[in-house]
């Protein structure tokens, strides 16, 4: 009557391949995602959308420290 439950959640999955994410490597399912993704992020082929600062925000990197 102990039966354990598990759900499959998406964050169960391994981020790179979708497989069943090991406990060890998570939220990888192996060593191998794991060091492909870091190596995604030392390549740069991860980026981060930059959008341009708002005027106001410029206006204030022309000022002078105090």
């Given at each position: 009557m102990?039966?354990?439950k598990t759900t499959?959640?998406?964050s169960?999955?391994?981020?790179?391949c979708?497989?069943?994410a090991?406990?060890?490597y998570k939220p990888f399912c192996s060593k191998r995602c794991?060091?492909?993704d870091l190596g995604k992020?030392?390549?740069e082929s991860y980026a981060i959308p930059a959008?341009?600062?708002?005027e106001y925000l410029e206006d204030l990197e022309d000022e002078e420290e105090f």
């Open positions: 102990n039966e354990k499959k959640t998406a169960s999955d391994c981020v790179v979708g497989k069943p090991d406990e060890k794991a060091d492909r992020w030392m390549n959008s341009e600062p708002p």
